[in-house]
């Protein structure tokens, strides 16, 4: 098993410019932690409606990503979103995208050492 797919709802955290589309206007706000399920957002003093669709706007690499969700919780300051499909693709090119430093690692259970 690749490590990519060892550990698939482990986010990617990142930070990078993102736009939300809601009811024909946009606004900006950053990518923070990501899913193929769904991403957080930080905002700036922005709520929308939970429940709500919402169109993800995203550049990464060499492609621009637009993405269909819908907001499952937000703060003034962040808005939490659940994607219409999952997005694989999308992770697995974050993950890539990014050095080794954001990438999850495995934990592994380490037996106490004898001191003395």
Known sequence: MSHNHA???N???LLLPAQIGYH???FSATLGSLTAEGAL???HALTLPVGMEVEL???LGQSTWQIKAVITHTTPHEIC???R???HKLRAAAR???QPGFRSIPCTIMEPAAIG
Do not use: D, H, M
């Open 24 to 26: 024909g206007r946009t």
């Open 96 to 98: 890539n995208e990014f």
């Open 41 to 43: 957002l930080e905002t």
């Open 81 to 83: 979103i659940l994607f």
């Open 11 to 13: 986010p990617v955290n």
């Open 7 to 9: 550990y698939p709802n």
């Open 85 to 87: 499909e999952t997005q």
């Open 57 to 59: 706007s995203v550049a």
